[in-house]
């Protein structure tokens, strides 16, 4: 029986290939390396589900190849930004996992700021040393009463603006659109500046695009109230990182919590790594035990539940074709 679907996992792999299967049976397939994948689709499979993080110039050349009756991709990550680099075939429509990731992500953006704002890298530091530094308080903070700005407006962005209001945080959000919202401050890049001259904390959870890669540079450092503390937990590319050294060096900006950098994983021998106000994890924000692979399997089955009754699936990021189930 030729496949109809393959899928070529970097987590969850086993439950994804058994979500698939609920739906199309034997005629789902799991590929572990892009020339099973390339197979696959000489094959004849339709569906390809797909981690955006294996995804690589030779698997974007063996999707592209020509003869091939691919027409659905499903990401199974927020971003798409390695298939936008190294490419998509036209005519194939592409889906991401939407809110999926929302609760972990935004729940470990968090957890950076508050660790961050009660001094938890001095502490861990003087634990390391055996010492009692109760000086770490004197410059210890809350969120309540303070100001933060969320860039990227997405299931995600909202989410980790939804907790930090639940801490007492004053919230901003900035998008591309600043479409207005009737729970939180909405503002259009435009005014991205105006709000960092009064926030104390900003947190990155915007995709990786033309228009946002280097988006937190050396000038905007500059321009940001002295002290505010950074999150990343969108991509590394949001952020000139020798700009970041440099404002955590001199002090400017108070600390910086990041989950992605650039490049992945860091060099040993980054300057960095030592900078005795920062707290690097390495990209697992995503990552919440059997939770985050459900929600992902969730959108999955709905999604080949969609696409095999000829409807478009859910969270396109790519312009929809016409399905035929």
Request: charged residues 15%; hydrophobic residues 50%.
């Amino acid at each position: 029986m030729p496949p109809r679907c393959i899928i070529r996992a970097a987590i969850g792999a086993d439950a994804v290939l058994a979500e698939a299967r609920r739906h199309l049976g034997e005629e789902a397939v799991a590929a572990h390396s892009v020339v099973e994948v390339a197979q696959g689709l000489e094959a004849g499979a339709e569906f390809l589900i797909v981690s955006d993080a294996i995804w690589s110039a030779e698997m974007s050349a063996a999707v592209m190849a020509s003869g091939r009756r691919l027409r659905w991709i499903q990401s199974l990550t927020t971003g798409i930004d390695r298939m936008q680099r190294f490419g998509l075939p036209q005519g194939v429509s592409v889906s991401n996992v939407g809110a999926a990731f929302a609760p972990a992500v935004a729940t470990h953006a968090v957890a950076l700021l508050l660790a961050l704002q009660r001094r938890l890298p001095g502490a861990l530091a003087a634990q390391a040393r055996c010492q009692w530094e109760r000086s770490i308080g004197a410059d210890s903070a809350v969120p309540l009463g303070q100001r933060g700005v969320v860039l990227g407006f997405g299931p995600i962005g909202q989410e980790i603006c939804r907790l930090l209001q639940a801490f007492g945080m004053r919230m901003t959000a900035v998008s591309r659109s600043g479409t207005a919202c009737d729970w939180v401050e909405v503002l259009p890049a435009t005014r991205l500046d105006e709000v960092l001259a009064e926030a104390d904390a900003l947190v990155l959870a915007a995709p990786l695009t033309a228009e946002t890669t280097g988006i937190v540079s050396a000038s905007l450092l500059a321009r940001c109230k002295p002290g505010m503390l950074l999150v990343n937990i969108g991509r590394g590319g949001l952020v000139d990182q020798a700009a970041l050294l440099a404002a955590l060096i001199e002090g400017r900006l108070g600390g910086a919590g990041l989950d992605v950098t650039d490049p992945e994983p860091l060099p040993q021998d980054d300057p960095l790594w030592r900078a005795s106000n920062l707290i690097v994890t390495p990209h697992v924000a995503g990552f919440a035990k059997d939770v985050s692979i459900a929600r992902v399997c969730e959108v999955v089955g709905a999604n080949l539940r969609r696409v095999m009754a000829g409807q478009a699936p859910l969270s396109l990021v790519t312009p929809s074709q016409v399905f035929i189930g």
